[in-house]
């Protein structure tokens, strides 16, 4: 069993900054995948980031490229969001993920773990 905690969350101005991070517990983080996804009021749960288990690879959502950048740090258990520029409609609940396959894709049903979620509220 894996646990994600995420933490970072906040109310930001547009064009402000905010890290997201995100601890693991239990089975061995190395061997995850690792995701970042996100759900505003009355939308579906979308993809935003993911990265491999060894952090050589990442993979962004084109409406989040250029501004975001996932990362991890195996030594200590973590996965975080850095998110710049940001706008209103990054305005979200944002929920970190692990998948115990090599290669992480965009469905959310392909995560085996999942976080309770962060608040990020980018005002105008």
């Known amino acids: 069993q894996v646990q994600l905690v995420e933490s970072g969350g906040g109310l930001v101005e547009a064009g402000g900054s905010v890290r997201l991070s995100c601890a693991t517990s239990g089975r061995t983080f190395r061997t995850l995948s690792m995701g970042w996804f996100r759900q505003a009021p009355g939308k579906e749960r979308e993809f935003v980031a993911a990265?491999?288990?060894?952090?050589?690879?990442?993979d962004y959502a084109d409406s989040v490229k250029g501004r975001f950048t996932i990362s991890r740090d195996n030594a200590k258990n973590t996965v975080s969001l850095q998110m710049n520029s940001l706008k209103p409609e990054d305005t979200a609940v944002y929920y970190c993920a692990a998948d115990r396959n090599a290669y992480p894709t965009h469905l959310a049903r392909e995560y085996d773990y999942w976080g309770q979620g962060t608040q990020v509220t980018v005002s105008s």
């Open positions: 990265i491999t288990w060894s952090g050589f690879n990442t």
